[in-house]
């Protein structure tokens, strides 16, 4: 089973986001990501170029910035910004 873990930043720009796109990331973020058996099968989820353990999740503008360990079988939900300044800050 895999374990998420929510940082503080992350819950706080949750709560910065738009009713829709913050509807779409709690729905993923609070019910589908504890619920996959393998957080890497699913088909949204990308690498990041250059980084082995940071993916992105799109929901339109917005980026939902992870951090995935196979070993520890750990998922890191880090931060949800904006698509011109989520490269700025994650990872």
């Known amino acids: 089973m895999w374990r998420v873990v929510y940082k503080k930043v992350f819950l706080h720009e949750l709560k910065k986001l738009p009713k829709d796109v913050r ?3 709690e729905e993923f973020a609070f019910t589908i990501l504890p619920a996959t058996a393998d957080p890497l099968t699913l088909p949204n989820i990308q690498r990041l170029t250059g980084h082995r353990e940071f993916y992105r999740v799109r929901f339109g503008d917005y980026r939902l910035g992870l ?6 079988r750990v998922v890191e939900c880090c931060r949800v910004k904006h698509r011109k300044d989520i490269y700025r800050f994650f990872p």
Do not use: E, L, S, W
Not at 67 to 72: C, G, K, L, T, Y
């Open 23 to 25: 509807a779409q990331v």
């Open 67 to 72: 951090r995935i360990d196979p070993q520890a």
